[in-house]
């Protein structure tokens, strides 16, 4: 790369943010429109290896909304298409998740702020009336929960089991009706 180069792919790194990532240069507004002329090919070249070394993670599959109340945790299992009254797609208590699977975490409360955390994983979340705070979270079989909240105060604990693939297969099955997810 020319010093040119470089410090036109700079400058773009830092008009971009650290954060950025985009989906895919066709899908990516023409960010280098607005450089000067001499500018533009450098930036769009730059644009093009941003885009090939940050692909798009795709989003996953399962969607869980999860709900602080003053009797504790509600998770409500949200699939792309489902078609499930929201009673039919709700679980109070644990939340039951396949291992080693992406799921996207949506966590709220209904009454008051609520901690939704497993700090042995890094997740330290708010569940916050009228907010929705959220995390992609995947996690290897097992029970875990956060031992450290204080259950005799306002604070729920959370609980989570992780199945394996089969075995959370059979417990969605079991538990929840078709008409959560979605058909075909």
Request: proline share 10%.
């Amino acid at each position: 790369m020319t010093g040119g180069r470089l410090s036109s792919f700079g400058g773009l790194l830092l008009a971009l943010g650290c954060g950025f990532a985009a989906p895919s240069v066709a899908q990516t507004p023409d960010l280098c429109s607005g450089q000067p002329a001499a500018m533009q090919k450098p930036c769009r070249e730059a644009l093009e290896l941003l885009v090939q070394s940050h692909p798009q993670e795709q989003e996953p599959a399962r969607r869980i909304l999860a709900t602080g109340t003053s009797q504790g945790w509600r998770y409500d299992y949200l699939q792309p298409g489902g078609a499930g009254s929201d009673d039919d797609c709700i679980v109070n208590g644990t939340l039951v998740l396949p291992a080693d699977t992406p799921v996207r975490l949506l966590v709220t409360a209904s009454d008051t702020i609520r901690p939704w955390r497993l700090p042995q994983f890094g997740l330290d979340l708010s569940g916050i009336p009228g907010r929705i705070e959220e995390a992609t979270i995947k996690l290897p079989p097992g029970e875990v929960g956060d031992r450290d909240a204080s259950p005799g105060a306002d604070e729920k604990p959370v609980a989570v089991r992780v199945l394996a693939p089969d075995a959370y297969a059979d417990w969605e099955g079991q538990t929840l009706p078709p008409s959560c997810f979605a058909s075909g």
